[in-house]
């Protein structure tokens, strides 16, 4: 993996803390920096015979009813996923996602190692519900790889035969591995680059069968749903976006680090209530990874929640967010940012190979102070013209950088006559 920007969450300190407010769902007692083992999760009931004895049905009406969406980056509805897989042909096959290549956050690698029981829960409960006869966990990470094998041993060792047919299928990290079809790509034996689509891994995935990738939280919070219904489910968060998410807060704040928090919460509540408060002189964040691209301080009282951010065309994405301090200006940021763009681009797609070295060159005069309006127009223009244009939707991540640089922080580019 070629080296991440310096606004990189390094990960250096896992552990993790939740919304006081809240009673926590992920993040619970003892579990904040130290792996909870199979004795605590079977006392919070975690891989309850009940939950197996359950009707497929009947959970897929459960999740639809919770609201749940995945938390890997898109949102998208849980339940349209596991039911389009049920409804494929054959058999098929579910994928706990836990490659977290995303730079700016550590969630998915706190959740692996501190509750790996809890996401085999939610893969072992998948598998089930959508008649799936493989099970896969994907990582890169050592310390997720190691967390993982632990548990299916401690899993095996008290008999439960379900452990023998998860599987872990290792990869060597880089942005693009974790997308999708490259991870089903991967475990069919390829290399972890995505494929064009359709079709989409729930019609074709790994060896052409059905297969469900979900994102290790979001089967976490499947397999608490199980146990607890969805009403439950729904005492956090808002109407739309219901329910606790794991965030990654990092930059220029007091105390950066992994968080539960219920969905809703303003930009600057999360770094006020959780984070230890923003330092002097931030002016915006990079939001959901680098996928939601840059908010300039005015949206900081904007709601942590999908739509709200959709109608900024920004995102949650994984739940990182990062705050932008006086050492980053606007420029320097996303001309940092795109030469990693460009670097992480799998280079299977013309327009995503010369889109990214185009944003990268274009921030980079700009950055030099040799830039020209020509340069800001460009950007803009990519920022419209680039999204959907590739094969994955890494590429959205770069114009959605051009494009929020420049009307997020207009003043910093040369004027558009
Ligand atoms: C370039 C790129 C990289 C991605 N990397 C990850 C990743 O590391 N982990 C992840 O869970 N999803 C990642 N995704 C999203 C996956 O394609 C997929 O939507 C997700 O795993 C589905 O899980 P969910 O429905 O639970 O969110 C990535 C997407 C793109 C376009
Ligand atoms: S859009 Fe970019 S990252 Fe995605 S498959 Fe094409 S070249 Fe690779």
Redesign the pocket.
């Known amino acids: 993996m070629t080296a991440a920007p310096t606004l990189a969450h390094t990960g250096a300190t896992l552990t993790a803390a939740a919304h006081p407010a809240i009673t926590p769902r992920l993040v619970v007692p003892g579990a904040a920096d130290a792996p909870l083992g199979l004795d605590a999760e079977h006392d919070l009931g975690t891989y309850l015979p009940r939950v197996y004895d359950a009707d497929p049905a009947v959970f897929l009406d459960t999740l639809e009813a919770s609201g749940l969406r995945?938390?890997?980056?898109?949102a998208?509805p849980?339940h349209l996923?596991w039911r389009g897989v049920a409804a494929g042909e054959g058999p098929r096959v579910v994928v706990a996602?836990g490659?977290?290549?995303?730079p700016a956050s550590a969630k998915?690698r706190w959740l692996l190692t501190r509750r790996p029981h809890l996401v085999l829960d939610g893969l072992l409960h998948a598998a089930r519900t959508v008649g799936a006869d493989r099970a896969v966990v994907y990582l890169s990470h050592p310390e997720t790889v190691q967390a993982v094998r632990t548990a299916l041993d401690e899993l095996a060792a008290d008999g439960d035969e379900r452990a023998h047919r998860v599987e872990i299928h290792t990869v060597e990290p880089t942005?693009?591995a974790?997308?999708?079809s490259a991870v089903c790509r991967s475990i069919s034996g390829g290399p972890a680059l995505p494929t064009a689509k359709p079709p989409r891994p729930h019609e074709s995935g790994v060896d052409g069968r059905p297969t469900l990738?979900?994102?290790v939280e979001?089967l976490a919070h499947a397999a608490w749903i199980a146990r607890h219904g969805a009403e439950a489910y729904r005492a956090e968060g808002t109407d739309t976006s219901p329910g606790t998410t794991l965030v990654t807060l990092g930059g220029a704040c007091a105390r950066p680090g992994v968080y539960e928090v219920p969905l809703g919460l303003t930009v600057r509540q999360l770094f006020d209530e959780v984070g230890g408060g923003l330092a002097d002189g931030v002016h915006g964040v990079l939001m959901g990874g680098w996928f939601g691209g840059m908010l300039r301080h005015d949206h900081l009282a904007t709601a942590c929640c999908y739509d709200a951010l959709r109608t900024l065309g920004s995102g949650l994405g994984?739940g990182a967010i990062t705050a932008l301090g006086t050492d980053d200006s606007p420029l320097r940021v996303a001309a940092e940012l795109s030469v990693w763009y460009a670097r992480e681009s799998a280079a299977q797609c013309g327009v995503c190979v010369n889109g990214t070295k185009a944003i990268r060159d274009t921030f980079a005069r700009l950055a030099d102070g040799a830039g020209t309006a020509d340069d800001t127009g460009r950007l803009a223009r990519w920022g419209q013209t680039l999204p959907r244009r590739g094969a994955?939707?890494?590429l959205d991540g770069a114009a959605t950088l051009a494009r929020s640089a420049v009307t997020q922080y207009p003043e910093v580019f040369p004027a558009l006559p």
């Open positions: 995945g938390r890997g980056g898109a998208f849980a996923k996602n490659e977290e290549g995303e998915d942005y693009v974790g997308e999708e990738v979900s994102n979001t994984c994955c939707a890494f």
